[in-house]
Structures are given as C-alpha cells and as structure tokens.
C-alpha cells in the first residue's frame, strides 16, 4: 500500500529529530605504549654502593657519621645522595656546615657556573683552625653536587650547625625543622661520627645525648652509620690552635670490611650505631684555601 505524501513527510521530520549531530570522521589512535615517557636525568652516580638498597627507602634519614678532615667521607656522602636523586626522589644533603652559610650556599648552587672562590668567600672557610669541615673535599662536594642539581637531579644542601655550646641539641632542632618541611623528601646528613651516635653518655658526660639520639623520637626509622676506620689519615685539630691542626695518622679498628653498607650493629656497643660504612682507608684533606697540593677527592 503506498502512504500519502504527507505521512512520509512527518516520518522523515521524525527521524531526523532522532539522529545525533554526525560525528567528524575518526583518525586511528595512537598505539598505547607500556611505558610513560620518563623524565629521569641521566646522570653517572658511580659504582652502585653495595647494601645501600637496604637504608634508601623513599622519606629515608640517614645519618653518616664521619672523621672530619678525609677525602672519602665527603665523596661517599654525594655518592649516596646521587644514587637516590636519580630515582627521582628529593633528597636532601645535610651537612654539619653554620646555618649563616645557607644563603651562600643557595645562591652558589644555583649557578651554571662560578668560581669556586665565591662559595669559600666567608669567615668560616678562611677561619685559622680549619677542623675539616671546610676542607678541600667538603669543597668539591659542594661543587659535583652543583653538576648534579644541573644535570637535573633533585638534590639540595642543607647548611644546620647553627654554632654554641649545646650543639647536640640545636643541630637537631634544625633538621627536626627542615625534616617537618619536607616529609617526603630522603634526609641525608654527613656530620661528625660522635654527633651521629643514637645512645647516652661520654666519657667526659655520663647523661649526654646527642643530635642523632635527641632526633630518635621524632625520628624512629632513623638510620646512623658510623665510618669503618681502616687506616689512613685526616686533617685533624688536636686543640683550639692553628698548630695543633694537621694531618695525623690513623689506626685501623677491627677487620677490614667490604665497601659499602652494612647493617650489623658492633657487638660491643650495639646502642650506638644501626651499622657502618665502608670506604677503605682514608686519606687526609686539607683546609679547601691551603690545598695547593691537594689530590682531587674521590667519586
């Protein structure tokens, strides 16, 4: 039966109310990838550090304690902060350097480049009794960490000795302030192996706590490392006198160890360290503005 032209009419006004807007014609997608494109730097950290899988967890705090005064506790130092940054997580190298330092600091390492005069350029690298914190290695610390911010890599310096006679106490004020800041971030802090130990006493003070001890509580998966002392030298001040100041001979405690990390506590005082690092025998760094004859520290 053929309609009247006027029900064709209404049909097609009906079914064209229904269509939706034609869609624009569809070009083929991309094929998905497995991977997202990484933002990674690439950037050589060294010899990976044997057991440093087992301290450098995301958030970590790992307190290094050291011999003022050698190439190789800087250089291990900026090893293992490299290593976690290229991970891509922050990281932040605290290192036991006066807190007036911090704007010094900051704007030095934010050059591409520069002489390394103007980051020694103050009253703490040009003191008459260096101790070993502004030695030639701690200088070239500062300057590969430099390379690595502009390689790319999430590292700052943290500058927390703000100086006094109750050092303990303020130094771990400040990295309790810097670490409520930065939660997430991984804390790696080079400071002297008495100031890094988690127990009470000296001989000299029975009750005495030190930083790392005071900075447990808000702190408990803190790591302390204290160096494993094989022989060598450093740059040390027996006094509080320019020529009580030099390199000295050092003694070698116990066997030698692998390099790298170990957890393992010592046996005779458990309570002091989690373990030890391990960087051979050391070698002594003099003062950064007398080190004519200085080797390069090592990587």
């Not at 009750?207 to 900075?215: N, V």
């Not at 450093?234 to 006198?241: D, F, H, Y």
């Not at 002091?272 to 960087?279: F, I, K, M, P």
Request: hydrophobic share 40%; net charge negative.
């Amino acid at each position: 039966m053929r309609l009247p032209l006027r029900y064709l009419l209404a049909a097609t006004v009906v079914l064209g109310g229904c269509r939706t807007t034609p869609e624009a014609p569809t070009t083929p997608e991309a094929p998905a990838t497995s991977e997202a494109p990484t933002t990674k730097p690439r950037v050589d950290c060294g010899p990976t550090i044997p057991g440093m899988e087992a301290v450098l967890k995301p958030s970590a705090f790992v307190v290094l304690g050291e011999i003022h005064g050698t190439q190789e506790a800087p250089a291990f130092a900026t090893r293992l902060a490299c290593h976690a940054a290229a991970t891509g997580q922050p990281v932040r190298l605290a290192l036991e350097l006066p807190v007036e330092e911090q704007p010094r600091l900051d704007a030095w390492l934010a050059k591409q480049d520069g002489d390394a005069r103007e980051l020694t350029d103050s009253a703490f690298w040009r003191r008459e009794v260096q101790d070993g914190r502004s030695s030639e290695a701690m200088k070239q610390l500062l300057v590969r960490v430099r390379d690595l911010r502009h390689a790319g890599l999430p590292l700052q310096v943290l500058a927390f000795d703000p100086g006094g006679k109750e050092r303990d106490t303020t130094m771990a004020d400040q990295l309790r302030a810097a670490r409520s800041e930065a939660r997430a971030d991984t804390f790696i802090v080079l400071v002297g192996n008495l100031h890094a130990r988690r127990d009470v006493g000296a001989p000299w003070n029975p009750s005495l706590e030190f930083m790392t001890h005071r900075l447990l509580q808000a702190e408990p998966g803190l790591v302390a490392l204290d160096i494993a002392p094989e022989g060598g030298s450093a740059w040390i001040c027996r006094g509080m006198t320019a020529d009580t100041c030099g390199q000295q001979s050092l003694r070698s405690r116990g066997t030698a160890q692998p390099p790298g990390i170990s957890l393992q506590k010592s046996a005779d005082a458990p309570d002091r360290y989690d373990g030890s690092y391990s960087v051979g025998a050391l070698s002594a760094s003099p003062p950064a503005l007398d080190a004519s004859t200085a080797t390069p520290a090592p990587r």
